[in-house]
């Protein structure tokens, strides 16, 4: 009986080690992560909230090193290079470090391979860019939790944003996107599908580069599908041959696709086809 009584007591004992009380953290984990053109782009951070507290000048103190946000440091991952300011970010993870002031923020990305802690000064070997940007106040209302999020999207960059209390701070970056996209379309040119030709067409369109190489691609691949034409091959075929200055040629292919989204359905393409008719002086 009392080898039963220090068994059960022992279990007991055990149950009450291995017993923990779950609650919720004051400063919650964020991850983000975003493709910015070919380019995966990850967040990691805290996010404290404001509590009733002055933040900027009072709990984050001006001029002074600050990890961006709480418990472990803020850590941004980019898959590929990216260039901040002139300054190459070679592919990889960086702490963001910040020294905040009243009318602008120094945000450095930071690369001693550490996990926690902020610096009492910066060691500059470790410093693999650093710029300076406006901090701009806002005045409609005030943000209670830390936010960094990545905005002004393109194939070719991003914005990161830093936003909380009343000040927003904005750094824009750039990736190879396009050096990436023009290699990949000069290899499968080697021998494309009519789909490769499609995309490649579409990308020059939205990027502004060679239009009558466009033109000759999207071209192709509407001759490719001809026995069953796509309607939104045929969408973009107008808005490049109206971009190459043949208007005909648009005109032409905008009322193909409008036919052929009637036929399927498509009521946004029956629209745009509709508008761009009319814009071109076809309805």
Do not use: C
């Not at 995966?40 to 709990?59: A, M, N, Q, W």
Request: aromatic fraction near 10%; charged fraction near 25%.
């Amino acid at each position: 009986m009392k080898k039963l009584l220090l068994l059960f007591m022992a279990f007991a004992t055990m149950s009450m080690v291995n017993a923990q009380v779950k609650t919720p953290a004051p400063s919650p984990f964020s991850k983000l992560e975003q493709k910015v053109g070919l380019t995966d782009v990850t967040l990691e951070y805290s996010r404290p909230g404001v509590k009733g507290r002055t933040i900027f000048g009072d709990l984050v103190p001006y001029g002074k090193i600050w990890r961006t946000g709480a418990n472990a440091r803020t850590k941004i991952t980019f898959s590929t290079d990216a260039v901040v300011e002139g300054q190459t970010l070679k592919a990889g993870s960086y702490s963001i470090f910040t020294i905040p002031s009243a009318e602008s923020w120094d945000v450095i990305f930071y690369n001693d391979g550490k996990e926690f802690g902020t610096p009492q000064e910066l060691d500059e070997a470790h410093v693999a860019a650093k710029v300076t940007a406006k901090a701009y106040p806002i005045d409609a209302f005030s943000v209670e939790t830390f936010t960094i999020d990545l905005n002004n999207l393109s194939n070719g960059g991003a914005r990161l944003e830093f936003i909380w209390e009343k000040t927003w701070v904005g750094v824009d970056f750039e990736v190879p996107t396009d050096d990436a996209v023009v290699a990949s379309i000069k290899n499968v040119m080697k021998g494309p599908s009519a789909n490769d030709y499609f995309r490649s067409a579409v990308y020059y369109l939205t990027e502004g580069k060679d239009i009558k190489k466009a033109q000759k691609w999207i071209d192709k691949a509407v001759d490719m599908t001809k026995d069953k034409p796509r309607f939104w091959f045929l969408r973009q075929q107008s808005l490049i041959h109206a971009k190459a200055g043949d208007k005909a040629g648009a005109i032409e292919a905008a009322k193909a696709s409008l036919s052929g989204a009637e036929e399927a359905g498509n009521a946004d393409y029956v629209k745009m086809n509709k508008a761009s008719l009319k814009e071109w002086g076809a309805m």
